[in-house]
């Protein structure tokens, strides 16, 4: 039970990184065409 509980918590968490990630990548695309300009 216990191990389901955290593993369930684990996805949650990466499920919740997973945007944030994707987020950061694009601002930092974004700055990288800035710089291109």
Avoid: A
Wanted: hydrophobic residues 40%.
């Amino acid at each position: 039970m216990v191990i389901l509980i955290r593993r369930r918590r684990k996805c949650i968490f990466l499920l919740l990184q997973c945007p944030c990630y994707i987020l950061i990548n694009l601002s930092n695309v974004n700055e990288h065409e800035k710089t291109k300009k």
